[in-house]
């Protein structure tokens, strides 16, 4: 009876023990698609207009049900898009509006492919010339 129990009870601790490397190994695929990447990046001084604002995210996003904003100081939303690549689906771009110098603020939401909505900004400064 003895041999018993403690057979019972190793078997319950790899039981524990695998159930424990399983969450950890699962948790990559359950991350949301948080901001790894931007151009212009967060507190960048750029000397002229960009021509594209491109996000990069550490899992997939759905551009159909995502937005990026650029907004001037004042919060008036100057542009928005939302450009996916199906070879790069964890990119947005969406093509920057005229802007004179000054400092931008781009605002996101995206719908990520695990179904979590992340939301976040940033600023970039376009310096006079």
């Known amino acids: 009876m003895?041999?018993?129990f403690l057979s019972s009870r190793?078997?319950?601790?790899?039981?524990?023990?695998a159930l424990l490397g399983a969450l950890v190994a699962g948790s990559p695929a359950l991350a949301h698609s948080f901001l790894v990447e931007a151009t212009p990046s967060s507190k960048d001084h750029v000397a002229a207009t960009p021509k594209t604002i491109k996000l990069r995210f550490g899992g997939g996003v759905e551009p159909k049900y995502s937005k990026l904003t650029v907004e001037g100081a004042d919060g008036k939303v100057l542009g928005e898009g939302s450009i996916g690549v199906p070879d790069k689906?964890?990119?947005?771009?969406?093509?920057?509006?005229?802007l004179a110098p000054g400092?931008?603020?781009v605002r996101y939401r995206v719908l990520s492919v695990d179904g979590h909505v992340v939301e976040g900004n940033y600023e970039f400064t376009v310096d006079p010339k």
Do not use: H, N, T
């Open 103 to 105: 400092k931008y603020v």
């Open 10 to 17: 190793r078997i319950g601790g790899f039981v524990a023990a």
């Open 2 to 4: 003895k041999g018993l």
């Open 89 to 98: 689906p964890r990119e947005l771009s969406m093509d920057a509006p005229d």
